[in-house]
């Protein structure tokens, strides 16, 4: 199955083996028309017939419940492909739609994820100047801020992490809604859980005399601190086979290697 988004006359289509389906107004997905990764086309559309709800999720073909406004690069799905979530709006809040029921309105809502491994689903979302990570029927906060991309779920699917901007002025990870360190300046790479630690990894900023400092959080414990600690691309930690981290740093003029495990 071949897809692609065609304008003839300002008409858009959505052409599938090369048959174009109903004309919309607007068309938005993400990078892939196939975000449940099947042969399944699915996009968000707009058309302009007066309606106060023109826009809907179209999944082959099929148009979804009608909303205000749908985001179409929102469309996630779950590992077994059978829960699918989007963001939805009423033109003046938004809300997550999953499995088409609507969740908790909030002012904006961003990165959703379903966990690897069954399909708990978790994103993060603002309401006025408070931000929350709702798991579920849960809403973990309220925080001052929370990092975008930050939320990850444990491979097995059983923990969520997420870095969160705490009252005292310092970036915290959090832990199925319970903090678990003393806090930085800034949490630079992706927060990792390494096999058999029940408790993420990440590299944290923190401030010393006034230059900045960089450690490895591993199972709790903050390593020695560096001039700086080179990552992967996005911040990627390099997790091993047996579950250690290695990473390379720079104290002054000496370059070191090293491997984090849990003795």
């Known amino acids: 199955t071949w897809a692609c988004m065609s304008k003839t006359d300002d008409k858009l289509v959505v052409m599938v083996n090369g048959v174009p389906g109903k004309v919309y107004s607007q068309i938005q997905h993400g990078k892939t028309l196939f975000p449940a990764g099947d042969e399944r086309v699915i996009y968000g559309a707009s058309t302009l017939d007066g309606s106060k709800t023109p826009a809907r999720i179209v999944v082959d073909g099929k148009e979804g ?7 179409g690069d929102s469309v996630v799905f779950s590992a077994d492909k059978k829960s699918m979530a989007y963001v939805a709006g009423d033109g003046n809040q938004n809300f997550v739609v999953l499995n088409d029921k609507e969740g908790p309105a909030f002012d904006d809502i961003f990165d ?3 966990s690897p491994v069954g399909s708990r689903l978790a994103y993060g979302a603002r309401r006025g100047l408070d931000y929350f990570v709702v798991e579920g029927d849960k809403e973990h906060g309220p925080y001052d801020n929370i990092q975008r991309g ?51 990894a990440y590299v944290g900023q923190y401030l010393t005399d006034g230059k900045p400092a960089f450690a490895l959080s591993f ?17 990627k930690l390099f997790v091993q086979e047996d579950g250690s981290i290695q990473y390379f740093a720079k104290s002054g003029r000496l370059l070191y290697r090293n491997i984090a495990k849990i003795k």
């Open 65 to 71: 419940k009608a909303y205000t406004q749908v985001r």
């Open 112 to 114: 959703l994820r379903f």
């Open 150 to 200: 930050s939320l990850v779920f444990r491979p097995d699917g059983k923990d969520l992490a997420w870095a969160a901007f705490g009252s005292d002025g310092n970036w915290h990870v959090c832990l199925n809604g319970k903090t678990i360190d003393s806090g930085c300046d800034r949490v630079i790479s992706q927060i990792t859980f390494s096999a058999g630690v029940s408790v993420p």
């Open 219 to 235: 199972g709790g414990k903050i390593g020695r601190a560096y001039d700086a600690i080179w990552m992967g691309d996005g911040g």
